[in-house]
């Protein structure tokens, strides 16, 4: 009798510590899913910032290239002619 109440303290003892286990690896699987969740979010935001950056820095490169050249043909349009005597 005593024998049997022994093994089944032994079993209920072993069946908790393996719930207790197999949440504790279900939590740092969690975990780690989350984190790598996180860090691909992240990954993805520097990315699209990092695009926006490059498309806000070409626009305004472009804006002044063209506003150069605008007035390079402005200055070259209405300047004096010299002339030849």
Do not use: D, E
């Not at 969690?30 to 691909?40: M, R, Y």
Request: hydrophobic share 80%.
């Amino acid at each position: 009798m005593m024998l049997s109440l022994a093994a089944a303290l032994l079993a209920a003892l072993a069946a908790a510590l393996l719930a207790t286990l197999a949440t504790a690896l279900l939590a740092a699987l969690a975990a780690a899913l989350l984190a790598t969740l996180a860090t691909a979010l992240l990954a993805a935001l520097a990315a699209a910032l990092l695009a926006a950056l490059a498309a806000a820095l070409l626009a305004t490169l472009a804006t002044a290239l063209l506003l150069i050249s605008h007035r390079v043909f402005l200055l070259l349009s209405v300047a004096p002619r010299r002339r030849v005597a």
